[in-house]
């Protein structure tokens, strides 16, 4: 069955034409229409306005009738619209390139209205296959923050950036509209469908459900590492980690057992911010169960710092100014910080290994809270989630660094708001657990 995956990255829009699975892969990358359209109408908007900047703009900024600026200004806004309104044209008449990767190279080859473009390039010449991801939206109007993302999976050059290729490219956090609707027309219209039907429906519906869920990647980005034998690098924080091909989807526990990581680590007192401890009958093994409670806040920091300076702001003004109303908002603000605080240190989330899952609850808020069968959890790391966000949307950092824990099916971070040398020693002590259970 031909597999048709499409995706959109930088104003392309690639489409994977290969059978998923096989080699070689073949894909093809053309200019997105609408990135085309919005280039082109940002170079009208440009020329209209270079045609008239000089009416526009105040005389004393553009200086008297014969100044260079009056006459330059208009000049070099126009060539740029221009240059950028050709290129959007020449990108709209462009055959687009076609790519084919198998066991010992990469090919390439374009074809545009100014010519055409050929090179071939060994496969070791390539470092591995690297997952980037941006945030690109937060929605904020509920009780939860979904947070929608750009993933790019890219064959990355060793010599940098001209001939790395996007092998895969999709926006998550939303499930795709189109597909949406073709599947609730088919599902309308399937009155006397067969279970052949059905099962094809639930299985488009679950695609798109964890679509919707921003995790969807990750089979692809372990399906071209394997399929190619090049390590996956996963930099999706900017920071890079690299598993081999060989190694994408085994669990912790099969790398600690093949040596590939260590579990051998040695129990240490805990930092302050956690608590260990051990549960169940030291004579019974399969009773016993490992329990870290994370004391530490997880509310950002800055923004219990803000509220606590608007606390203190509105304190001052009551005071001088001897104003009832500042005084309440004060306590209000002063209120939300203590009442935080002291909700984070009495109920504190509570992470527990047994010899069958991970289970790690948050009992300020429910929609953390998972379980994980220790056979699934392929990586424990510290990755920092603010990055990706800084990246995209220049906002403050808030959170910083959190453990995360991965599977095929889950990915979720923990422990947020402990420090870093907490995160390590968690980090240490639950990779040593789930090898060991």
Do not use: C
């Amino acid at each position: 069955m031909r597999n048709v995956a499409k995706g959109h990255y930088d104003g392309l829009k690639i489409t994977q034409t290969s059978d998923a699975g096989k080699l070689p892969i073949t894909l093809e990358m053309r200019s997105s229409k609408k990135s085309v359209f919005i280039n082109l109408g940002l170079s009208i908007a440009l020329l209209i306005f270079a045609l008239n900047v000089t009416a526009m703009l105040p005389d004393y900024m553009l200086g008297d009738a014969d100044a260079p600026l009056r006459k330059w200004l208009p000049l070099g806004i126009g060539a740029f619209a221009l240059l950028h309104g050709g290129r959007a044209f020449l990108r709209w008449f462009s055959s687009g390139a076609k790519i084919s990767i198998d066991r010992d190279r990469v090919s390439f080859r374009s074809k545009s209205p100014i010519g055409e473009k050929e090179w071939v390039e060994p496969l070791n010449a390539y470092e591995g296959v690297r997952w980037k991801r941006f945030a690109i939206h937060e929605d904020r109007a509920s009780d939860r923050v979904r947070t929608r993302y750009r993933h790019v999976i890219e064959l990355v050059h060793s010599g940098g950036a001209k001939k790395s290729i996007p092998l895969f490219a999709q926006e998550t956090g939303k499930a795709d509209l189109g597909a949406t609707f073709a599947l609730a027309r088919k599902a309308f219209s399937a009155k006397d469908a067969t279970p052949e039907d059905r099962a094809k429906i639930e299985t488009e519906a679950a695609r798109l459900g964890k679509q919707a869920g921003a995790d969807d990647p990750r089979a692809h980005w372990e399906g071209f590492a394997s399929l190619l034998g090049l390590p996956a690098i996963d930099a999706r924080d900017g920071a890079e980690t690299v598993r081999a091909a060989e190694d994408v989807d085994k669990s912790v526990k099969q790398l600690a057992e093949e040596g590939k990581i260590n579990a051998g680590w040695q129990f240490t007192p805990p930092p302050a911010s956690l608590d260990a401890q051990t549960l169940g009958d030291p004579a019974d093994p399969a009773s016993q169960e490992l329990r870290v409670l994370i004391r530490a806040g997880h509310t950002p920091r800055a923004l219990l710092w803000i509220f606590g300076a608007v606390s203190v702001a509105w304190l001052l003004l009551g005071i001088f100014n001897l104003h009832f109303g500042a005084l309440v908002g004060a306590l209000l603000f002063g209120g939300a910080v203590y009442g935080i605080r002291y909700l984070e240190r009495t109920k504190p989330r509570q992470l527990t290994v047994t010899r069958q899952e991970l289970r790690y609850e948050d009992p300020l808020v429910n929609s953390r809270s998972f379980v994980a069968p220790l056979g699934d959890i392929e990586t424990i790391s510290i990755r920092d989630r603010d990055t990706e966000i800084l990246r995209a949307t220049g906002t403050m950092k808030l959170s910083g660094k959190k453990l995360l824990i991965s599977t095929d099916k889950i990915e979720k971070p923990i422990a947020g708001g402990a420090p870093e040398e907490g995160l390590a020693w968690l980090r240490d002590y639950l990779i040593a657990a789930v090898a060991n259970a």
